[in-house]
């Protein structure tokens, strides 16, 4: 359920007007061919009522995302806590109703079958039942959840932070003990400047102002952040800090200023005129208060701790936190602050220090800290059962403070081991717990997200603990849900990779050795805040423990489940994702893909480990969007309904291999990737054969193969060969093109070659058979609209023996330049080859009559090999280009040009290391044959 996913279906529903109009004037017509009850079951009023149903659910979906969002902040009232779940669940069902409604809009428009009802039919018979409609009854539902909720105040509040959850703090410790933090508070004070000894006594001293205005003075007060998750204790090391004696004598005025999520700038203005003058500030203008801040700040060194920093200090690109601190310049050297927060972007943009990231207390010391949440004592005697029970649930909490009292306050109520079994035997999230406790505590982050934020991260409960998260894939998995929101033309790949970003940012997501991952709170406090849509089915047992209305599921490769497990599953009829990382590849579970599939019509995105096949019900999946199977496996042959998968965008089968293709795969006009292993080492393409299997092998080339041979292109048109778009497919190592006998005289040959203009990144083109008499503008690098320049190409032919001769080899600009057999070619006088050329070979390649062989050679300075062989129309090559233009020529072959005159005489070419020339009869300059002959064929590692 999403914002974004709503856009989607409303920009759809948009659209169903043509489609009602179409079927409003088609009824009359169809209803004679209708039977009996057929007839009575559309008629047009009932269309009508449909369309206008339809168009009322879509205008309420906007209203209700809001609602879900403020339930969430009252999600700790009893009454609230127990609406939210039906409200979403009715929501899924109104987006559901209308993604399916676009499903049957896209059957239509792919299908061809504008003049034919049954589309509409099928959906309006799974929409009324008789005198029930599926329409209204979540309109109902929609309707009655919205007025309980705003008799509770739901649709009157400004979504922000209850005090019952987070009670103001203050400079006073809360804990009469804090543990284990010697290390952490000895390094605090010396990123502070505290000296070890203070150069002052300990009972303070007056600072005169004389005194004052004669001491340094620093430009802006240095800010050090705090950083770490709820509840590891921030605010206890900040409140230990202010209580050391060294800290009070050093600083002359500690000041703290509790934030939270209210960050007002006039307010913390007050504290601070207060705390450094004694006298309350009057003015109610902010720049009066500034400006009496500014002349109190340097007087004194102080030191400001800002606890429990949100976001919304950073609202409007910082400008609230910037506004704060403009007033707090000039100040005693020495002065500081100090902030804490919970999130990685607030640190990053209000410190000027390096963060100071607070970690989990160290297992020895945590264990003495839980002894005393448990027992009120740490040096209490505990029952050795009891403690072996107690290390076991240590893990579980990360040395996170505020999880022991958690954990502590539970245990405590009794001193049974089965009780203390019962609690490390559960999830941390399924433990009842106080407001003030960690979970609750952790939600407050979750709460401060924006609403698609919050689909986002909620969803990753989906996944067990320490998952590494990919961000590319698990934004195409956000992108299938509808969990990412449109933004103009921005691809939404992109959006949802930002969407990771900001999760990290916000310290959702923690980097651990290159990977991303959930710390087990957060995690525990995902599975909180979504345990009526997502589950993890970890063992058998689980499987009854699954919520009704579950959404995402995932079952874990190590789970032990038997067929009938997998087929009682059945029963969660609202299922959008399914990850199942067990694999169904045996005879006795594979049999429940295909009860899965005629089961969970609703599902989005679908993960396999390893299936046996794909069943024929997996046409059932209308809304299926994200297709993997992560293991290898073989497929004969796909089910005939896999192309009914309008809404399929991605389909990841890497380890998989496949006989053919599906035929009428191109129905698929939604699919943005399609890979798979081992790619098609050289996929070849009979052109004459051109249709939707082409057309779609070509379209999803990236992902099908690296190196593409397209043959018997004389059969196609230019438009044909423009929609191949090859010049887009950006990761083509290799292209053939090849022509045969095979043609029709109708296509211009030059026409088509010009619109299979390759990717600019191309390392090998290769064209075969080539009858046009001209180069395309792209191979030629001429102006014009389609000219560009290969000016990385390593290599590409061009080859027109149609006998079967040696292929040739073309390395444009890099490499080597090989154009043979393509005797209907027509050499421009102005063609100018690249000088960065290092071998040219030229082999009955057409008419060279108006080919001017200075224009075409004096670039070529670093040309080491050159071969003319049966090169009708060159008459003379001047002298002068041998020394001058040609100088680091090291092998020359001249062979069987008839018309050759003159090469400007035997002393031009006296240098040149290899010289073979004969058959030239017109050559009368140089004796005939001269030199030995060499193979100038490339070697196949070029080819």
Not at 10 to 16: K, R
Not at 67 to 90: C, Y
Not at 140 to 151: D, F, P
Not at 741 to 766: D, F, G, M
Request: hydrophobic share 35%; aromatic share 10%.
């Amino acid at each position: 359920m999403s914002l974004s996913k709503a856009i989607g279906v409303i920009s759809g529903i948009n659209e169903f007007g043509n489609l009602f109009q179409l079927v409003r004037s088609a009824v009359s017509f169809m209803r004679s061919q209708l039977s009996g009850s057929e007839d009575k079951k559309l008629k047009e009023d009932d269309v009508r009522q449909l369309q206008s149903d339809l168009r009322c659910l879509r205008d309420t979906l906007p209203a209700m995302y809001n609602l879900i969002d403020r339930a969430e902040w009252k999600s700790h009232v009893p009454g609230v806590e127990q609406l939210l779940p039906n409200l979403k669940d009715a929501v899924y069902d109104a987006e559901d109703l209308l993604d399916e409604f676009r499903w049957y809009e896209l059957k239509v428009k792919i299908e061809g079958n504008e003049t034919q009802l049954s589309p509409f039919i099928d959906f309006f018979n799974s929409v009324t039942q008789g005198s029930f409609n599926k329409v209204a009854d979540i309109q109902k539902r929609l309707s009655n959840l919205s007025i309980q909720l705003e008799k509770m105040g739901l649709h009157e509040e400004t979504p922000q932070f209850d005090k019952l959850l987070r009670p103001v703090t203050t400079s006073f410790r809360t804990e009469p003990k804090i543990f284990g933090r010697e290390k952490e508070l000895r390094e605090v004070i010396r990123l502070l400047g505290v000296p070890n000894y203070s150069r002052r006594s300990s009972s303070k001293r007056k600072r005169s102002s004389h005194a004052a205005n004669n001491e340094p003075r620093i430009a802006y007060v240095p800010v050090l952040p705090i950083v770490g998750i709820g509840g590891v204790g921030k605010t206890t090391l900040a409140q230990e800090i202010t209580t050391l004696q060294r800290v009070k004598s050093y600083f002359d005025k500690i000041i703290w200023i509790c934030v939270s999520d209210e960050f007002d700038e006039e307010r913390f203005t007050k504290v601070l005129i207060k705390s450094l003058s004694g006298k309350e500030a009057t003015a109610d203008n902010l720049d009066d208060l500034q400006q009496i801040l500014a002349g109190e700040v340097g007087k004194r060194r102080f030191l400001l701790i800002l606890d429990d920093i949100w976001p919304n200090a950073l609202n409007d690109d910082g400008c609230c936190w910037r506004k704060f601190c403009a007033p707090l310049t000039n100040v005693l050297q020495g002065s500081m602050m100090v902030v804490t927060t919970r999130f990685t972007e607030v640190a990053d943009m209000v410190g000027t220090m390096d963060s100071f990231a607070l970690d989990g207390l160290q297992n020895d010391v945590f264990w003495q800290f839980f002894k005393l949440c448990v027992f009120g004592s740490e040096d209490y005697h505990i029952d050795p059962q009891l403690e072996q029970i107690g290390k076991s649930i240590l893990p579980k909490l990360k040395g996170a403070p505020l999880a022991a009292k958690t954990i502590g306050r539970l245990l405590r109520k009794s001193h049974n081991p089965a009780h203390w079994n019962g609690i490390l035997n559960s999830e941390l999230w399924q433990l009842r717990q106080k407001e003030a406790d960690i979970l609750p505590a952790l939600r407050l982050s979750y709460m401060y997200l924006p609403f698609n934020l919050k689909r986002c991260f909620s969803f990753c409960a989906t996944y067990p603990k320490d998952y590494n998260f990919d961000k590319s894939s698990l934004a195409e998995i956000w992108v299938a849900e509808g969990f990412v929101e449109p933004q103009g033309s921005i691809a939404l790949q992109h959006i949802g990779d930002q969407y990771f970003e900001d999760l990290v940012n916000l310290s959702f997501f923690q980097k651990l050795r290159g990977k991303y991952v959930i710390h087990d709170l957060m995690h525990d406090m995902a599975q909180l805040v979504s345990k009526e849509d997502c589950f993890i089915v970890k063992n058998a047992s689980d499987i009854e423990m699954v919520p009704q209305n579950v959404h995402h599921l995932s079952i874990l490769r190590s789970c032990d489940v038997k067929l009938s497990n997998l087929l009682s599953l059945c029963k969660h009829k609202k299922l959008r994702t399914l990850l199942c990382n067990k694999s169904l590849a045996s005879e006795t579970l594979y049999p429940v893909m295909n009860h899965w599939f005629s089961g969970f019509q609703y599902l989005c995105v679908i993960f396999c480990a390893s299936p046996k096949g794909l069943p024929e019900s997996i046409g059932n999946l209308k809304h299926l969007r994200y297709l993997e199977i992560s293991r290898g496996c073989h497929f004969d042959r796909f089910p005939s309904s896999f192309c009914s998968l309008y809404n399929l965008q991605i389909f990841y089968a890497r380890k998989c291999k496949f006989v053919s293709l599906p035929r009428g795969i191109s129905k698929l006009i939604n699919l943005q990737k399609f890979e798979f292993e081992p790619r098609i080492p050289n996929m070849e393409i009979d052109a004459s054969e051109w249709g939707e299997q082409i057309w779609f092998m070509i379209n999803n080339i990236n992902q099908i193969t690296r190196d593409l041979t397209i043959y018997n292109l004389g059969a196609i048109s230019k438009d044909h060969a423009a929609e191949s778009e090859l010049q887009k497919k950006e990761y083509l190592n290799s292209l053939t093109l090849r022509w045969s006998s095979l043609r029709c005289p109708a296509h211009n040959e030059t026409e088509v070659l010009q619109a299979l203009q390759p990717p600019t990144n191309i390392k090998s083109v290769r064209i075969e058979g080539y009858p046009g008499e001209y180069l395309p503008s792209w191979f030629r690098g001429c102006d014009g609209p389609e000219a560009m320049s290969f000016s990385e190409l390593p290599a590409a032919t061009v080859d027109n023996n149609n006998n079967g001769g040696a292929g040739t080899i073309l390395s444009l600009l890099t490499e080597n330049l090989e154009i043979g057999w393509c005797r209907r070619l027509y050499w421009q006088r102005a063609m100018v080859l690249p000088p960065s050329l290092q071998k040219l070979i030229l082999r009955s390649c057409g008419d060279f009559s108006a080919w001017s062989p200075q224009c075409c050679l004096e670039n070529l300075t670093s040309l080491e090999s050159l071969t003319m062989d049966s090169c009708k129309g060159i008459m003379s090559i001047p002298g002068d280009l041998w020394s001058s233009n040609l100088k680091s020529l090291r092998k020359l072959k001249i062979e069987e040009c008839p018309d050759l005159v003159s090469i400007g005489g035997p002393e031009v070419i006296a240098n040149i290391n290899t010289v073979y020339i004969r058959g030239c009869p017109k050559l009368m300059e140089i004796e005939q044959p001269r030199g030995k002959p060499w193979n100038d064929e490339p070697d196949q590692e070029d080819t």
